[in-house]
């Protein structure tokens, strides 16, 4: 069913010169659902978006700090529902999937539906985007838990205990890597929907750069790993610096136990100096690890600080 009596929706699209598409946005979310608040967000845009924005009957707010993360952290902040539907102001996502989005979300009970972009057509979903979507996405499920196929979608629909939860540190596109991290190291009950992806509309141009923008998820990440997962981190760093080691000082080594001298004393000192190294990196894993722990039961604690929505029998 596609009755949200009593659910408070409210769809955040944040936007930056977005003045060709975002007309048609406002318009397919008003139709898809009906009784949800549509609010635009303009980031600093140099052309009409929130003139248009406002014509179609969106809510307009602005966020003067640059970057899809801070108009997002914004949104987060002055905005309150009970059910949060994030779409991109591109008019490249399905407005019609979100009624299905939002009932999953109230029926499972879930934090988070991902809207997992299906397309064919080339020029909708770029390879250098879907490649470098595809390598992050194993990057994060190696590391952090296998339950997203489309990390870096930007069609979720989320619950208020998440949102009002959600740190929202990034300032750029590395967003979605957080809101997906963010789901997994609570072990938040979520799900993914399939969605039809199309192409832009003639003259919009994507803000993404493919080079530039994945190199700050992938920095995203291996800050993630490092503060999430310490031990991790600092312990392969350990065995990195233990196996220097152990190569400078072989050589040492056995020229000792055949002439019990031994004349590349720097080397040895060297060695032994990288392997003190690697002991005191994983002494630092196992001490953040017990900190990273103590944050998580402090996120956990805020998370369950808010009360969960009052879900409606769907039946």
Known sequence: MND?????????????NEEVAIYAVVKGF????????????????????????????????????????NVMRRMFSDIDADVYVLVDGDDTYDSSAAPKMVSQLLDGQLDMVNGVR????????????????????QMVAITFGRQFTDMLSGYRVFSRRFVKSFPALAKGFEIETELTIHALELRMKTAELPTPYKERPDGSQSKLNTLRD?????FTIMVLIKEERPLWFFGGLSFTLVTLALGLAFPVLLEYLNTGL????????????????AFLSLTCGFILD??????????????LAISAPNWPNRK
């Open 262 to 277: 031994v004349p590349r004393f720097p080397t040895a000192i060297l060695s032994a100096s990288i392997m003190l190294l």
């Open 214 to 218: 994945g190199i700050r998820i992938l």
């Open 30 to 69: 008003q139709t898809a659902l009906p009784s949800a608040k549509i609010y635009v967000y303009d980031n600093n845009s140099t052309d009409r978006t929130a003139e248009v924005a406002a014509e179609a009957g969106a809510i307009v707010g602005f966020e003067p700090f640059p970057g899809k993360g």
């Open 4 to 16: 949200f009596v009593g659910i408070n929706i409210a769809v955040i699209v944040p936007c930056y």
């Open 118 to 137: 299906i397309s064919t057509i080339k020029e909708a979903y770029r390879f250098g985007h879907r490649f470098g979507n595809v390598m992050l996405t």
């Open 290 to 303: 017990s900190v990273t722990r103590s944050r998580q039961e402090i996120k956990r604690l805020a998370y």
